[in-house]
């Protein structure tokens, strides 16, 4: 009986509940809609390069359910902007541009999620950036609402393999690129999407942005210049490849404004909002391929890719293969530079934030760094290795091992640091030579659980460890955030050579070193209060 009685008082509730409720009565909105921003800024993007999803959030504060009776674009049809509406998109060709009777009930909200793609050679404008503007009207007439969408767009100078289509099976192929892959003289095919830079194309000027797509290459006996403010943008799986007997000439200068870099070439991948600015692994590599030889980068930042560089071959080089000055590299899912049985000389060099290491010398090789600083702060999970690796071997698929002369690794006024420990692993297999030196490094070498022993880790004998100072603070002004320089109490300060700075007079913000020098790429700084 008691449980009857409470269905009954139960269902006259609902019943009388109900009976109050006005579901589904929409009233027309009157314009009291409010809004979680008065302008949806899209950030940068290229030409035709789609921009990231932003969202804006569209609240009816009032106790009425309300329906708008148009939601669209002021551009209408010919926008270039598309939304979606808590997951409506429209239908027809309306599709994302145009949206009737949308309904909020009381108290609530909706979501829209707003993109744009802007072909540049239909905005009108002779100039290299174009600000793109529309907005989303929500009503008409009195009632009307508006948020205005702001984007802006860049012209650039794209780059990318053709598209072939099979007339049999009607299937898109990308152009891949053929080229003498093992040095018998005869091309070769490989999987690698992209093709060789023309004549017109060698030389990349500070006039545009440059965005490629796949593997621009550069051919036998050509060189690739990219001069002083040059801005190349990599799309994903892309990267530059440099083949027999041609050179990569990065000819970056001192900039005025550090924000900027005005001056220096920067090589990134192709997304510009500030989301992006600091992702690894966006794009491939710059190859420097084996045959290839006299390359040259000054002032150029290098960031986000998968390996910054990968050098191989030509040991013997005279001068080295690889010159790289006044330059960084940072955020490389794997790393920063890996060397491969080759010739590198690096002055002034910064390198920081890989997933694996930052500089990996394997396979032997010829090697001299000079006031550089080879650090790593990866700061999106556990790496496996230290900040520098050393080898004079690799594996084959069959377990085979191969050794290769390490004729020289030396390192000078150099920081070798980073937040785990040890940061370098001198990795010596028996067959070939194995010669390094450190000479007044600053250096983060702990062997708690003696883990390390050997000759090459004798770090009382100074023919391998000259003037070394181990495990004190760089004081590093923010690692974590590529900044590098070292601070007035800094373990680095007035300890390096002063013969080795001689050589290379200046830091890598144009600081003279020559008197009193600092270890590593930066003299230090002093902080005024």
Same mark, same amino acid.
């Given at each position: 009986m008691k449980r009857g009685l409470y269905f009954v008082l139960t269902f006259t509730a609902l019943v009388f509940w109900s009976s109050c409720r006005k579901d589904f009565e929409f009233e027309p909105s009157t314009g009291g809609l409010e809004f979680s921003k008065d302008t949806v800024y899209l950030d940068t993007v290229f030409s035709n390069i789609g921009s990231s999803t932003y969202n804006l959030k569209v609240y009816n504060r009032s106790s009425n359910d309300i329906v708008i009776p148009t939601v669209k674009f002021t551009e209408g049809q010919t926008s270039n902007y598309r939304m979606t509406i808590d997951g409506r998109t429209g239908t027809g060709e309306n599709l994302g541009k145009h949206f009737e009777n949308v309904e909020i009930l009381a108290k609530d909200s909706m979501y829209i999620f707003i993109e744009t793609t802007v072909d540049f050679a239909n905005t009108g404008t002779n100039s290299n950036t174009f600000l793109y503007t529309d907005a989303i009207e929500f009503d008409e007439g009195s009632y009307q609402q508006k948020v205005e969408l702001v984007t802006l767009i860049k012209d650039a100078v794209f780059i990318y393999p053709q598209q072939i289509i099979n007339e049999e099976t009607n299937e898109t192929i990308i152009e891949t690129l053929t080229f003498d892959v093992d040095g018998d003289g005869i091309p070769d095919e490989t999987s690698l999407q992209g093709r060789f830079l023309t004549n017109e194309e060698l030389t990349f000027t500070n006039e545009k942005p440059y965005v490629i797509y796949g593997y621009a290459a550069v051919d036998e006996n050509n060189t690739l210049t990219m001069e002083a403010g040059a801005r190349v943008h990599f799309?994903?799986?892309?990267?530059?490849?440099?083949?027999?007997?041609?050179?990569?000439?990065?000819?970056?200068?001192?900039?005025?404004?550090?924000?900027?870099?005005?001056?220096?070439?920067?090589?990134?991948?192709?997304?510009?909002?500030?989301?992006?600015?600091?992702?690894?692994?966006?794009?491939?590599?710059?190859? +420097?391929?084996? =045959?290839?030889? @006299?390359?040259?980068?000054?002032?150029? /930042? !290098?960031? &986000?890719?998968?390996?910054?560089? +990968?050098?191989? =071959?030509?040991? @013997?080089?005279?001068?080295?293969?690889? /010159? !790289?000055? &006044?330059?960084?590299?940072?955020?490389?899912?794997?790393?920063g530079i890996l060397a491969r049985a080759t010739s590198i000389l690096g002055e002034n060099l910064v390198i920081n934030n890989s997933g694996q290491s930052s500089l990996a010398l394997t396979y032997g090789g010829n090697y001299t760094f000079t006031h550089s600083t080879i650090v790593n702060y990866w700061n999106t999970g556990f790496r496996q290795y230290p900040s520098l690796i050393i080898n004079n071997y690799i594996i084959d698929e069959e377990e085979n091992i191969f050794t290769n002369d390490l004729s020289t690794a030396n390192f000078n006024n150099c920081i070798i640091f980073g937040n785990d420990n040890p940061e370098f692993l001198l990795d010596?297999?028996?067959?070939?030579?194995?010669?390094?030196?450190?000479?007044?490094?600053?250096?983060?070498?702990?062997?708690?659980?003696?883990?390390?022993?050997?000759?090459?880790?004798?770090?009382?004998?100074?023919?391998?460890?000259?003037?070394?100072?181990?495990?004190?603070?760089?004081?590093?002004?923010?690692?974590?955030?590529?900044?590098?320089?070292?601070?007035?109490?800094?373990?680095?300060?007035?300890?390096?050579?002063?013969?080795?700075?001689?050589?290379?007079?200046?830091?890598?913000?144009?600081?003279?070193?020559?008197?009193?020098?600092?270890?590593?790429?930066?003299?230090h700084v002093i902080v005024e209060d």
């Open positions: 799309h994903a799986n892309s990267g530059l490849l440099v083949t027999n007997n041609a050179t990569l000439n990065i000819e970056g200068d001192l900039s005025a404004d550090l924000s900027l870099l005005e001056n220096e070439v920067i090589i990134q991948g192709d997304r510009l909002e500030p989301l992006f600015e600091d992702v690894p692994g966006q794009w491939g590599t710059i190859w +420097l391929y084996n =045959g290839s030889g @006299n390359h040259n980068i000054n002032y150029a /930042t !290098i960031k &986000n890719g998968t390996v910054g560089i +990968l050098c191989e =071959g030509n040991q @013997n080089s005279t001068p080295h293969k690889l /010159t !790289i000055t &006044n330059s960084q590299i940072y955020n490389c899912s794997n790393f010596e297999e028996d067959g070939s030579a194995f010669n390094f030196k450190f000479t007044n490094c600053l250096a983060r070498f702990s062997d708690n659980s003696n883990n390390f022993s050997g000759d090459n880790y004798d770090f009382n004998n100074p023919a391998l460890y000259d003037s070394v100072i181990f495990n004190q603070n760089p004081q590093f002004i923010d690692p974590y955030e590529n900044i590098l320089i070292i601070g007035e109490n800094s373990a680095a300060i007035d300890a390096a050579n002063p013969d080795y700075s001689l050589l290379v007079p200046e830091d890598l913000l144009g600081v003279n070193r020559t008197n009193a020098p600092d270890i590593g790429a930066y003299q």
